[in-house]
């Protein structure tokens, strides 16, 4: 087929192509961008031309022209007809390759929520950016916990939506290790465009399974005078950033900075003191008590979050003071 070489290279149109499949789509996106310019200047041109040849002149007579030119029409239906077809046929081979992942691809679940992307791994590993071994397809099946996101990685040409209730396919097959930018090309509210993650294909296999072993057993691994350490990586890792800063500037939701132990207005009335009941109470079930001047729009953590991970981020919101 295409060779995936081609059009590869950074150019004025379009982004480095880094994922097998990008060069089929970069060469057609050219064809067809090349044929529409030659028929432009074409068509163009010879209008340009006939408008002054057949201008109105003294002493020139405008003469009855012929309605009907087989040869010519015949020529120009069934050039273009051909054009088109190669067209259909180079996208919908296209269209198929992508639509159908390799039996052997590594699968990665992807969930889309307000506003960030979780991967998650075989082994049970979340992460929120998209980590995969080199040289090998690999297979994102991808639903949406609230509205419709899309999943979009400009260097790998390939971009599908995340539509809640159903699962969605797509593959990719990245030529080199590197990070990759992934955005979410729906948009989908408030923080759409803050909906950001990252592809890091990791240079060997064994380098990517080290990376999904450790980032299975981080907290395990620290110290009890360290957990906060696994609180700050989870605060930033599992998506608390997106909304809660950590700098007293208010978001989507309340700054953690400077909370812990201190009473919060709720929008219902009353008050609350922010202590590990009410943190984990928050992460489990975020509308039972919204602080004033906030909107109910948190997604649970149940069963997202583990009770280790849940201490870990209560530890690190008791540093923020
Ligand atoms: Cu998710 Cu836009």
């Known amino acids: 087929m295409m060779s995936s070489v081609i059009g590869t290279g950074a150019g004025f149109w379009l982004p480095r192509g ?3 499949t990008a060069g089929r789509v970069d060469f057609l996106f050219y064809a067809i961008n090349a044929i529409a310019i030659f028929f432009f200047f074409l068509i163009v041109t010879l209008l340009l031309y006939f408008v002054w040849k057949y201008r109105t002149r003294p002493g020139h007579a405008a003469q009855p022209s012929k309605d009907h030119n087989q040869k010519l029409e015949i020529t120009w239906t069934v050039i273009p007809v051909c ?14 390759d992508i639509q159908t992942p390799p039996e052997t691809a590594y699968e990665v679940q992807v969930l889309g929520q307000k506003w960030k992307w979780l991967f998650t ?3 049970g590993v979340v992460d929120d950016d998209l980590h995969v071994p080199p040289d090998e397809p690999v ?9 419709i996101h899309s999943l979009y990685v400009p260097e790998f040409r390939i971009k599908r939506d995340a539509v809640p209730g159903r699962y969605e396919k797509e593959w990719f097959q990245a030529l080199e290790p590197g990070e990759y930018q992934i955005f979410c090309a729906e948009y989908c509210g408030t923080s759409h465009s803050s909906m950001l993650a990252k592809v890091i ?14 980032a299975g057993n981080f907290l395990d691994k620290l110290p009890p005078e360290k957990l906060w350490e696994g609180g700050q990586k989870l605060y930033s890792q599992r998506g608390c950033k997106q909304c809660h800063s950590v700098d007293g500037t208010a978001g989507i939701g309340p700054s953690f900075k400077g909370i812990w132990g201190h009473s919060q207005v709720l929008s219902g009335g009353g008050s609350v ?4 009941n009410y943190v984990r109470e928050s992460i489990l079930n975020p509308q039972a008590k919204v602080v004033l001047g906030f909107e109910p729009v948190m997604p649970t953590y149940q069963g997202r979050l583990k009770d280790k991970e849940i201490t870990a981020i209560i530890e690190y919101l008791k540093t923020l003071k």
């Not at 190669?86 to 081979?93: D, L, P, R, S, T």
């Not at 297979?139 to 509205?147: A, E, I, K, N, P």
């Not at 003191?273 to 590990?276: G, I, K, P, S």
């Open 18 to 20: 880094a994922s097998t």
């Open 83 to 96: 054009i088109v077809l190669w067209i259909f046929w180079q996208g919908f081979a296209g269209y198929l």
């Open 121 to 123: 791994y075989p082994n």
């Open 139 to 147: 297979r994102l099946v991808m639903t949406s916990q609230d509205v």
């Open 201 to 214: 294909v990791h240079r060997s296999r064994p380098e990517f399974e080290k990376w999904l072993a450790d």
């Open 273 to 276: 003191v922010v202590e590990e």
